[in-house]
């Protein structure tokens, strides 16, 4: 397991856009499948956007495909998602996970075994 921090979140106006960050400073994220997930109130934790170790390759869900971006920075050992065109229905506690993978991107939470802390992001009209 690995230890994750997020950072960023907030409070934007619909069309606008975000940016999070989930890192660890004890140890790198070599191996390992990263994958943004959310849950809104009264809603299940649903799969958002993920990237796999080997190639980079990533798998988002339909919902924010064009909109939402993530990226690996190696030497910073931290990933990031870019939320851009903002809907009020993004609105949710983002979560940052990693599991063990070199070439899947899993998008079941219940695969994960190291979960960031919870940022809250809020689209007002």
């Known amino acids: 397991q690995v230890q994750l921090v997020q950072s960023g979140g907030g409070l934007v106006q619909v069309g606008g856009s975000l940016r999070l960050s989930c890192g660890d400073s004890?140890?790198?994220?070599?191996?390992?499948?990263m994958a943004w997930f959310r849950q809104a109130p009264e809603k299940e934790r649903e799969f958002v956007i993920g990237?796999?170790?080997?190639?980079?390759?990533?798998k988002s869900a339909d919902s924010v495909k064009g909109r939402f971006t993530i990226s690996r920075d190696i030497v910073k050992n931290t990933v990031y998602l870019q939320m851009s065109n903002l809907k009020l229905e993004d609105t949710a506690v983002y979560y940052c996970?990693?599991?063990?993978?070199?070439?899947?991107?899993?998008?079941?939470?219940?695969?994960?075994?190291?979960w960031g802390q919870g940022t809250t992001v809020t689209v007002s009209s």
């Open positions: 990237t796999s170790w080997s190639r980079g390759g990533t």
């Open positions: 004890g140890r790198d994220f070599s191996g390992y499948a």
């Open positions: 996970a990693a599991v063990q993978s070199l070439w899947r991107v899993p998008s079941s939470s219940d695969e994960y075994d190291s």
